[in-house]
């Protein structure tokens, strides 16, 4: 249980760490990119805003958090 | 990558004099990214079904070789998902952007490339558009090649919207010309 446990706090803090430096890496090399929606011609459907682009890591960091921790609880 | 409108043409970026005019701007097409979904899809299905027998059939008795084994899994898991996540972030990370008098490469990744390649829009003696295959024909993309003095100056690959960014570009090339001109 005290082994779960630590595995379980190990890769919570591994998925959270790794994502944030991936955002805040992301943050600075995409500062000079930021256009307005008018001008973007890759597509008819305007998604990507740096808030939805947020929004997207954060989903992506809990889905990420959550099935690691469901492999290590369920198998262990 | 988006931000609050501005004056079109007096938004700064990396590598902009100060006498351009942005005019748009574009990634590659969206199927860059289907490959790295797939791929990631596939592992994590994967994962998730080898999980899922242990879990149901208990056919792994020993304690310690099923611990393992939830490591095992849950490290490539991750694995798969940080590489998913780093091609994402990638794919926003080149950009080709068109100005009044050049046409500008940007591509970087998160940590070891930074690659700036400028064109001038005059010194363009043609411009090409190649689209190859059904699914590049049925989705609309392809590859732009910007050809100097018999040479290509710069290729842009799975241009998105090729037909209409091709017009775009083929009009500000006589508008450039032109401008030199007078």
Same mark, same amino acid.
């Given at each position: 249980m005290n082994f779960l446990l630590f595995f379980c706090g190990l890769t919570a803090v591994a998925v959270l760490g790794m994502e944030y430096i991936m955002w805040y890496l992301f943050q600075r090399r995409v500062s000079g990119l930021h256009f307005p929606h008018e001008a973007d011609s890759s597509s008819?459907?305007?998604? /990507?805003?740096?808030?939805?682009?947020? *929004?997207?890591? *954060?989903?992506?960091?809990?889905f990420t958090l959550a099935i690691a921790e469901l492999f290590l609880i369920f198998i262990w | 990558m988006v931000k609050k409108p501005k004056v079109v043409g007096e938004l700064l970026f990396q590598g902009k004099d100060s006498g351009e005019q942005f005019? /748009?701007?574009?990634?590659?097409? !969206?199927?860059?990214?289907? !490959?790295?979904?797939?791929?990631?899809?596939? #592992?994590?299905?994967?994962?998730?079904?080898?999980g899922y027998e242990m879990f149901t059939t208990g056919a792994i008795t020993d +304690?310690?070789?099923?611990?393992?084994?939830a490591l095992?899994?849950?490290?490539?898991?991750?694995?798969?998902? #940080?590489e998913f996540i780093s091609r994402f972030y990638r794919y926003f990370l080149y950009v080709t952007i068109v100005t009044d008098k050049k046409v500008h490469r940007?591509?970087?990744t998160l940590l070891a490339i930074d690659m700036h390649e400028s064109v001038d829009l005059w010194l363009l003696q043609d411009i *090409?558009?190649?689209q190859r295959g059904i699914v590049q024909n049925m989705m609309g993309f392809g590859s732009l090649i910007l050809e100097g003095q018999n040479q290509p100056l710069l290729r842009i690959h799975f241009t998105p919207r090729i037909a209409d960014?091709?017009?775009?570009?083929?009009?500000?090339?006589?508008?450039?010309?032109? +401008?030199?001109g007078a």
């Open positions: 008819r459907i305007r998604f /990507f805003t740096m808030g939805r682009m947020r *929004i997207c890591a *954060i989903v992506h960091a809990t | 005019q /748009f701007y574009f990634r590659q097409h !969206w199927i860059r990214l289907l !490959w790295p979904l797939l791929k990631t899809g596939t #592992w994590n299905l994967l994962l998730l079904f080898i +304690t310690t070789a099923r611990h393992a084994l095992i899994l849950a490290f490539f898991f991750l694995l798969s998902q #940080w940007i591509k970087k *090409i558009k190649s960014n091709y017009t775009k570009l083929m009009h500000l090339r006589e508008r450039a010309r032109s +401008t030199l």
